[in-house]
């Protein structure tokens, strides 16, 4: 499996991004899919997952202001990030997992600044 992240960039407090992530190999739409972030000096955390079926889920930190979503028919997910705050800046990965394997997409760098 590879994924593709892509999206991130400068963006000012209050601001709106989205990242999309394409995911080559087969049954995309079976397996849960996940955006992680790892912002300087603190460890990579656990941002949104949706499972195959679509159901979402948030990091308590981002509920009302991220949404994770998924095309099946482009085996891509996306995150919305509405509202972005300073804090918010990290690289940005996404993930799936296969059985015990972890594969995570190249990150892409979100910075939340004036």
């Known amino acids: 499996v590879q994924l593709q992240a892509s999206g991130g960039g400068l963006v000012q407090p209050g601001g709106s991004l989205r990242l999309s992530c394409a995911a080559s190999g087969s049954s995309f739409s079976i397996y849960d899919m996940a955006w992680y972030r790892q912002a300087p000096g603190k460890q990579r955390e656990l941002v949104a997952r949706i499972t195959g079926g679509g159901r979402p889920s948030y990091e308590d930190s981002v509920k009302g202001r991220f949404t994770i979503s998924r095309d099946n028919a482009k085996s891509t997910v996306y995150l919305q990030m509405n509202n972005l705050k300073p804090e918010d800046t990290a690289v940005y990965y996404c993930?799936?997992?296969?059985?015990?394997?972890?594969?995570w997409g190249q990150g892409t760098l979100v910075t939340v600044s004036s």
């Open positions: 993930n799936t997992r296969r059985g015990v394997y972890d594969f």
